[in-house]
């Protein structure tokens, strides 16, 4: 089956750049997404369709790709930012959608 | 605005049945594959299953196949899950969600299963 794979964690100090990566194979020829997630909340979209940020989701959150891995970007991270993130794709077949592990983001 | 509500939640005894739905508006619900994506205390997003626009084509991950069922009705903008031979594993947080294209999802609800 098709897998999405994230680190589990990642730290930063606020004001700092976190870059969160997720690589799979399907990832040339498929869009990514991104999801935020804060304890006891539902999912929250910050990036759609690699690097589109939907409105609302502060300029800081920025998306790209290159190959088989996509990467979130976070610049001048805020406490607030504290949360888990997952990236999503479907598979090559366009028949399922796929969700990496999830990575924590940690701000010191 | 656009809505997502789910509800059918609850807690059910392994080997019981339940069934979701999903009700949606201020989108065009039957211009869309629908999904239903779940997620474990303390896991990850899990993706359960999908309907094409019409119903016609539908598909599982491989630990539901058999004993879960998506459908829709357009008529009335609504997802549904029944599920059956609820089992331990299958608690979890339920969302109904669009999660492809300019994805949209609800809130959630919850499903127990215990004795």
């Known amino acids: 089956s098709y897998e999405l794979t994230q680190p589990p964690s990642v730290s930063v100090s606020p004001g700092q750049t976190a870059t969160i990566t997720c690589s799979g194979d399907?990832?040339?020829?498929?869009?990514a997404y991104w999801y935020q997630q804060k304890p006891g909340q539902a999912p929250v979209l910050v990036i759609y369709?690699?690097?589109e940020r939907p409105s609302g989701i502060p300029e800081r959150f920025s998306g790209s790709s290159s190959g088989t891995t996509v990467t979130l970007t976070i610049s001048g991270v805020r406490a607030e930012d504290e949360a888990d993130y997952y990236c999503?794709?479907?598979?090559?077949?366009?028949?399922?959608?796929?969700f990496g592990g999830g990575t924590k983001l940690t701000v010191l | 605005e656009v809505q997502l509500v789910e509800s059918g939640g609850g807690l059910v005894q392994p080997g019981g049945s339940l069934r979701l739905s999903c009700a949606t508006s201020?989108?065009?619900?039957?211009?869309?594959?629908m999904s239903w994506v779940r997620q474990a205390p303390g896991k990850g997003l899990e993706w359960v299953a999908n309907?094409?626009?019409?119903?016609?084509?539908?598909n599982y991950v491989d630990s539901v196949k058999g004993r879960f069922t998506v459908s829709r009705d357009n008529a009335k903008n609504s997802l549904y899950l029944q599920m059956n031979r609820l089992r331990a594993d299958d608690t979890a947080v339920y969302y109904c969600?669009?999660?492809?294209?300019?994805?949209?999802w609800g809130q959630g609800t919850l499903v127990t299963v215990s004795a």
């Open positions: 399907a990832l040339p020829n498929q869009y």
């Open positions: 969600a669009r999660p492809v294209g300019e994805p949209f």
């Open positions: 999503q794709s479907p598979d090559n077949t366009n028949t399922s959608v796929t």
């Open positions: 309907i094409n626009q019409d119903g016609s084509e539908k």
């Open positions: 369709k690699d690097t």
């Open positions: 201020g989108i065009t619900f039957r211009s869309y594959w």
